[in-house]
Each structure stands twice: as structure tokens, then as C-alpha cells.
């Protein structure tokens, strides 16, 4: 059995990156990451919720050195870093390449996927934080695979090794639920740096939720008039959920790097433009985000 199981090549091997290679390598998957580095592995320390420490060892690959034709990609790089990562597979990839995305928000490989590729969607409320080597898993919560796709033969053999894993053949609606989360409680504890929690107990934060939620849910209702809209409870509970937590937008803000804010609410813009919708609390997140 070992050798029918697949070997992924990682792009991002950050926290999120960094979980997905543990899980698949503990479900006896091969993980190497793309890497324009020593050719060392990277030695990571995972701390687990029970406050175990694990160490993982993952192969490094200098782009180079690829092989002419990628059976499976991990792409977990941060969504603004996309692009620039792609460029060093694109080559690679074909028709016969399954490529799971394991990335915050919406669209990133939009037109970065060859014709007949094979996308699979990843949508996680598990929470890693730390910077390389140290990675802390602050929540493993429920992860949903899926895509225009039935499960690939692995599937069920992951799940004993990835907790609350799950397969949806519609991914669609799960991403939606986190896109919204996202688009509220990222923006703005980043910009008002602050904990998830003051968005439900900040009053004036608050209003900004219920504003941000309403465009989003306009929006996903005229792309699916099955979407049953009311998204600020979800995003309330999340936030108080994780009421002490720093969001990954205010994370990424307070180390000074690019935030993701393009896939998130400027996804939501970008489909509020194309159906002719206002979205004015999403597009002014999307400028005092892009302007850091
Ligand atoms: O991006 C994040 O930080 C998380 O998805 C969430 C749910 C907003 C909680 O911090």
C-alpha cells in the first residue's frame, strides 16, 4: 500500500503548510518542499494542543531540480506570494497534476492552473501560529477537502491520521462561511489591532461587522440564491469562539508583511463589480489594507 500513496511537492512550508506535511506524512504520504535553499530538510517542532512536541523532517527541493511532470502539489504560500511561487512549477504541472490549495481566501490560482489540472479545495478552522522552525497548533478544529471531484482513493486512509477531516463534493458553501469570517474579523482586528473578540463586544467594531457581512452576503446571494445570507451570527460566534486570538491578518500586519486582504474581501469586491453591487465598507478595507 505505501507506494499508491502520493508525494506531494510543498509550496509554503509556514504553519498551515507546515500541518497539512504532519498529517500527510503521519498517514504515510511523501512531502517535499520547493525550496530555493540549502538542500538540507527543514527541521520543524510542532507543538500539538495536548502540549506534545513532535519533530518533523521535511525533504527540500531546489526548483531546478523538479521532475518534468508533477503528479501532486501542495500550494499553502500565503496568497499574496502566489504567483511568484507558481512561477517555479507552472512548467510542471499538466493534465494529469492534482494540485490541493491549502490557503485563506478565494481565487489565488485563478488562472495559474493548466487546462484539465486537477483542484482541490482545502478549508480549515484549525489554527497554527509561530514562525519557522516552531509551529503551535492553537486549535485543531474540523478541515474539509473537496472540489469538482470525487475523493481520491487516499482520502479515507487520511482521516486516521487528520483529525475531523472531511470530504464535501461541494466545497463551495464551507468556503463561503470562512470567506466571510475572514473578510470580517481579519480586516478589522488588524486595523484597529485588536483580539477576534472585539469584534463582538467593540460596539462600534460591531457595526462595522454587520455592514461587511450584509455586502458579503448580498453578494453570495446573487451569486447562489441558495446562499441563506444572516452570515453576522457565524461571524459572531467564531469571533467569540476565539475571543483571545490575534487574527492572521493582524498577525501578518504587526510583522510588517503583505496581508491576504486581496483574496478575502478583494474577492468579494471583485464579484460585487462584476454584478454591478456596492460594496463600500469591503472596498474600503481593501485600500487601508493594500496601503500598509
Ligand atoms: O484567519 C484567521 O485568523 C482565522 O481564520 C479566524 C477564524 C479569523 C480566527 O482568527
Known sequence: MPNTLPHWFLLGAGNMGTLAAWYLTR?????????????????????????????LSLPVLDPAALPDHIDNLLVAVKTPYTRQAMAAVTDHLDAGSRV???????????????TGCQLIEAVTTSAVKGQHPDHTVVAENATWLGGSTTPPAWFVSLTEYWPDLHWED?????QWHKLVANAVIN???????????????????????????EEADQVLQQ?????PGHS???????????????????????????????????????QADRLGLAVPANRKMVSALTLL
Open 27 to 55: 498517514s504515510g504520504h511523501g512531502v517535499t518542499v520547493i525550496r530555493h535553499a540549502s538542500p538540507a530538510p527543514l527541521e520543524k517542532t510542532l507543538w500539538l494542543p495536548d502540549g506534545r512536541q513532535q519533530a
Open 100 to 114: 490541493l490549495r491549502f490557503q485563506n481566501g478565494i481565487g489565488a490560482l485563478d488562472g495559474l492552473l493548466p
Open 170 to 174: 461541494d466545497i463551495r458553501p464551507r
Open 187 to 213: 480586516p478589522l482586528t488588524a486595523l484597529h489591532d485588536v483580539p477576534n473578540g472585539q469584534i463582538s463586544d467593540n460596539p462600534i467594531l460591531r457595526e462595522q461587522a454587520t455592514q461587511l457581512c
Open 223 to 227: 451569486l447562489d440564491p441558495a446562499w
Open 232 to 270: 453576522l451570527d457565524n461571524v459572531l460566534t467564531v469571533a467569540r469562539a476565539t475571543a483571545g486570538n490575534t487574527s492572521s491578518m493582524r498577525a501578518d500586519r504587526q510583522r510588517g508583511a503583505q496581508t491576504e486582504i486581496d483574496a478575502i474581501n478583494g474577492w468579494l469586491v471583485k
